[in-house]
């Protein structure tokens, strides 16, 4: 790219000076965006860094806050709780989702659109939901509280039920995604050795996917160490380091300890995300051009065991679904089981009422429309952009950076760098804007990988071409990419929209009461206890997020009959 | 970069500039902070605004802890004009950090000698009290064969093993309550031997106050330690509550209002701590709550147990705030580590 940029350059004299102009903008440009994540990103966590090392007058301590923390039991018990959690539920999701997975890949089971849908639904769900589910479940009331033979639900085991419940869509997109590339000549030449399919499985499958297994492994573990919402409704007395934040900051006002805390609840999360990274630089040279797309055989017994497996995990998503909408229609669980609308009357509760289901909505929009169009520019400029290699690779940097910086912990950060009283940006604070900030922060790597990954798949020539007729680059930009990468854009703001209705975690110790939000309306209902006005309002959370995403799945396709056909032309 | 921050800055200026001329014309605006249940916000301020309609309150309401959180958190940058309906130990963490403003509000002279911070003028003014209770669901007790408890020394007793919740007082205004008053109705070793013993029971502590009683509305526990307006609420919809109030006495903890040091609006904040203290608004607290601060004008409120004055103990609020983080260490200490695992 930039060699030929250079040679068009030796060519002609105007062109020169023509896309030099041009670089000057692009140049700008990614100036605002790095500009950006330095003040959403890495001036925050500079904050909450140097927070941890001064005591609460604001004289410098050096590292006393953490030899306090380490002298503290039972806030030490908690990395090993968290830890505890983030192993177990890695080990369950990345199985279940290995064989749904499988099935999905290698089986010719029937209704697979159906059950990949199921599947999903997790997504779109506050992670607190399941919790509540298992209350009503499994709870002292629970409707088959006797499958738990005596024990408590709250604790280790409501908590890792919740979470591989949230994290198994995660990890079945990835691993689907890596069984998904099979080459199958190599099965075919396996067969044509007489290898028994359970071999085939170990020596073929098995490495093939081996990659996608680990890269699903650490996202289960990062969301789940970090994840605030199951613990904080489930938990019972079981402290992980997600709610030690929480409890220093929100119960005791400690916001040294908090930022210790985060600090420490930072390293996991930090740790898996490097790792999965290099192992990810490894798999791309896995791939072969000349592979062939696997066809799975029909096999009765085989589909039908697939089958059945499949039907058991949607009765898991449904199941833990149909509960919490029955608890918010139950007047007085267990002793009214009369349905009504009352637990809907939102206004009388804590968290603020029908307004924080319209402030979601409104937030969600602002974080999809803006996200979108920050996170996909800014993608074009790393990956499109000429020269300024440095500061294109910081940018790049600060983007992958959020997908390491846990919820909590970007919400704590927030509040020491935006409330700042020296920080003319503080008026922000308390305001829609800094929700919609933060969210897109928290939520930036995915959507930025999203959008880099779309406009590799495009030709560097169609740049070339542009600057030899004279064209400036917005005009491809406009023209061109933005049309051709239409699918990845909408994909964005979908993904951000749904995340910015769900999120609780960064947005927590953020909302004002104007901007009160669903996701923390669910949390301060149940904390108050009104476990069923949670539920209410969790549902009608997960029916906003599913009617959009419905509606994004009939606009895209309206969308890619027309912007698209040229895949399908190239695909002949 | 530099054209881009003075950008910020200039349209920052801007907004400040608009905002401050848009309150000069209109009726006045009053951030208030409050923990007051959300039920009742709606009716506090239509009621004031019956007297006062010049002033328009925006509330900031959420539970004791994190208000009381978000206020120390703005320490530096305060956000509220007013705080009406906070803990009284709350408002006094925040009196030692000097963020109260002085003020002595006409008809001050009229209210309960307990329900005023004892500096000259005082920081700040009760409104009502809410006091401690046990929750028993009586239809839980009688599948599991629990006699009903009349004191808290009865809650030791091995009969009740894993049937009581509790608030986790590191999170919850009302556990701290608790705990503080067992500590000066038992004295200090034998509130914590008290409490030794009452751990043993304890099959959960839950991050918010109210939560025990509500999951004893449930029959999610037998018994929750709350307090009784929660539990006379969740009676009236209909949930099968018995609320106790224990022989020993209870700890008890007044809801308060104060003037934020730095308001701008020094004025309108001066008529709202007026106006909460006035027989009007005591009136008002009494819908709800049994113990307010103007205590002769008190009439009986439904489901709520008669004998509360009596019980409540002269509570130290001074040495509950002085003492607070040490009290708070020492229960983290002797029972938030037992929450590891049980492998």
Known sequence: MATTAVQVGKGSGVLKSKSSSDDRVMRLFILVIGGYLVIAL???????????????????????????????????????????????????????????AYGFTRSRMRGKPLFKTIAMIPILVPSLLPGIALIYLFGR?????????????????????????????????????????????????ATALRASRIRIFFTVTLPGVRYGLISAAFVVFTLAVTDFGAPKVIGGDFNVLATDIYKQVIG???????????????????LAFFVDRLVQKKQVALLSARAVALEPK????????????????????????????????????????????????????????????????EMASYTAIFGTIIVFYGAYLVEKGKGFGVIRGAVQFLAMLPMAVPGMVLGL???????????????????????????????????????????????????SVAASLKQPFYRTFLRVTVPVCTPAILDISIYLFVNAMTTVSAVVFLYSPHTTLASVAVLNMDDAGDIAPAAAMGMMIFYTAAGVKVLHYLLSRGIESRTQAWRISVAN | MKNILFGVRSTVAAALVFGLSHA???????????????????????????????????????????????????????????????????????????????YAPSGLDGLDSKFRDKSDPPTWTGMDAWVAAICVNTVESEKHNLPTPSSWKDLTKPVYKGHVAMPNPNSSGTGFLDVSSWLQIFGEDGGWAFMDALHENIGHYTHSGSKPCKQAARGEVAIGVSFAFRGAKS?????????????????????????????????????????????????????????????????????????????????????????????????????????????
């Open chain 1, 42 to 100: 890495a001036l925050p966590l500079y904050a909450m860094f140097s927070k941890s090392v001064f005591n609460s007058d604001g004289s410098f301590v050096g590292l006393s806050n953490y030899f306090s923390y380490f002298q503290t039991p039972a806030l030490v018990y908690s990395i090993k709780n968290s830890l505890f959690v983030g192993i177990i539920t890695t080990l369950i999701t990345v199985t279940i989702a290995f064989i749904l």
């Open chain 1, 141 to 189: 009331q629970g409707v088959i509280n006797w499958a738990l033979f005596g024990n408590e639900i709250y604790g280790p085991i409501g908590i890792i039920i919740s979470e591989v419940f949230f994290t198994l869509p995660h990890a079945l997109i990835i691993i689907i995604t890596g069984l998904s590339i099979a080459d199958a000549r190599l099965y075919e030449a």
């Open chain 1, 252 to 270: 005791q006002q400690n916001f040294e300890m908090g930022a210790v805390v985060s600090v420490v609840l930072l390293i996991p999360a930090a």
């Open chain 1, 298 to 361: 029909p096999d009765r017994r085989f589909d039908n065991i697939m089958l059945t497996y499949a039907i058991i995990v949607s009765i898991f998503i449904l199941g833990i679904l149909g509960m919490c909408q029955f608890a918010a229609l139950f007047k007085f669980f267990p002793y009214n089981l009369s349905l009504g609308l009352t637990n809907y009357q939102f206004d009388l509760m804590d968290g603020g009422g029908w307004n924080s289901y319209f402030n979601s909505i």
């Open chain 1, 413 to 463: 950060a927030y509040i020491f760098f935006f409330n700042a009283p020296s920080n003319p940006l503080n008026v922000l604070y308390h305001t829609m804007a800094i929700l919609v900030i933060s969210t897109i922060t928290h939520f930036y790597t995915v959507s930025h990988l999203t959008a880099t990954t779309a406009l590799k798949q495009m030709d560097a020539q169609f740049e």
């Open chain 2, 24 to 102: 000069a014309f209109g009726a006045t605006d009053l951030t208030v902070y409050t923990a007051v249940e959300a039920e009742d916000l709606k009716k506090y301020a239509a009621r004031f605004n019956e007297d006062h309609p010049d002033i328009k309150i925006n509330w900031v309401r959420d539970s004791t802890g994190i208000v009381t959180a978000k206020l120390l958190a703005e320490k530096e940058n305060p956000r509220a004009d007013v705080i009406w309906g906070l803990a009284a130990t709350s408002l006094l963490l925040m009196k030692g950090e000097g963020m109260l403003h002085a």
């Open chain 2, 235 to 343: 009676k009236a919809s209909g949930a099968p509550l018995e609320v106790i109030i224990p022989s020993e006495g209870i700890g008890w903890d007044m809801e308060a209002t104060a003037i934020v040091n730095g308001t701008k609006k020094l004025d309108a904040a001066k008529t709202l701590v007026d106006w909460s203290i006035t027989e009007k608004a005591n009136k008002m607290y009494n819908e709800g709550y049994a113990v307010i601060g103007i205590q002769r004008l008190a009439k009986p409120v439904e489901h709520f147990p008669d004998n509360i004055p009596q019980a409540m103990i002269d509570n130290d609020f001074e040495w509950a705030a002085s003492n607070r983080k040490r009290l708070l260490a020492e229960w983290q200490k002797r029972y938030d580590s037992k929450s590891e695992p049980k492998s």
